[in-house]
Nanobody
Framework: QVQLVESGGGLVQAGGSLRLSCAASGRTFRTYGMGWFRQAPGKEREFVAAISYSGGNTDYADSVKGRFTISRDNAKNTVYLQMNSLKPEDTAVYYC?????????????????WGQGTQVTVSS
């Protein structure tokens, strides 16, 4: 069992930056692939970024590539999402998720555990 708690959301102006954190419980965090998803009002939850268990492989949605960076610190049981050059269309609730098989991925069914989410609002 893995419990995930996101933090770091907030209100920021367009062009600004935020860093989201996702703290995980459990001693097996280092074996899980991790992902970030987001959900805007009235829209489906969508993939943002993913990282493999070792951190050696990452993947990004086209909409955030070059602006967002996913990373992890297995010693701290934490995964991060550094978000730069934020746009109003990045406004959403951001969720982190854990993939038991260690790879992460773009599909929601691949993930076994989800956090409660943190709100990110980007003003124009």
């Amino acid at each position: 069992q893995v419990q995930l708690v996101e933090s770091g959301g907030g209100l920021v102006q367009a062009g600004g930056s935020l860093r989201l954190s996702c703290a995980a419980s459990g001693r097996t965090f280092r074996t899980y692939g991790m992902g970030w998803f987001r959900q805007a009002p009235g829209k489906e939850r969508e993939f943002v970024a993913a990282i493999s268990y070792s951190g050696g492989n990452t993947d990004y949605a086209d909409s955030v590539k070059g602006r967002f960076t996913i990373s992890r610190d297995n010693a701290k049981n934490t995964v991060y999402l550094q978000m730069n050059s934020l746009k109003p269309e990045d406004t959403a609730v951001y969720y982190c998720a854990a993939d038991y098989h260690g790879y992460g991925g773009r599909s929601r069914p691949q993930y076994d555990y989800w956090g409660q989410g943190t709100q990110v609002t980007v003003s124009s």
